[in-house]
């Protein structure tokens, strides 16, 4: 089992950024492969970044790269995902994923087996 809290979120103006953390409880953290992932009112859950479990390889989405930037310390049992030049079409929750089947990044959401409760975020123009 691995229980999953994400914090950070909240109300920035579009060109902000902000830094979510999600802490990770139950399984060895440095084991598994990380993931964020954004889901818009109306709109499908879409894959934002993920982590290999030794923070050498990341994977974005297209629209993230070069604007957010996935990270690990497993020391403390945490993912982060700093988020700059932040656009109003980022808002969404986001949520943090554990693929504690996988050791390298993935963006296949079928991959992912736990999941934290999500924390909003809003940006406004």
């Known amino acids: 089992q691995v229980q999953l809290v994400e914090s950070g979120g909240g109300l920035v103006q579009a060109g902000g950024s902000l830094r979510l953390s999600c802490a990770a409880s139950?399984?060895?953290?440095?084991?598994?492969?990380m993931g964020w992932f954004r889901q818009a009112p109306g709109k499908e859950r879409e894959f934002v970044a993920a982590?290999?479990?030794?923070?050498?390889?990341?994977l974005y989405a297209d629209s993230m790269k070069g604007r957010f930037t996935i990270s690990r310390d497993n020391a403390k049992n945490t993912v982060y995902l700093q988020m700059n030049s932040l656009k109003p079409e980022d808002t969404a929750v986001y949520y943090c994923?554990?693929?504690?089947?996988?050791?390298?990044?993935?963006?296949?959401?079928?991959?992912?087996?736990?999941w934290g409760q999500g924390t909003q975020v809003t940006v406004s123009s």
């Open positions: 982590i290999g479990r030794n923070g050498a390889s990341t």
């Open positions: 994923a554990a693929a504690t089947k996988f050791v390298y990044p993935t963006s296949s959401d079928s991959r992912y087996d736990y």
């Open positions: 139950g399984r060895t953290f440095s084991s598994y492969a």
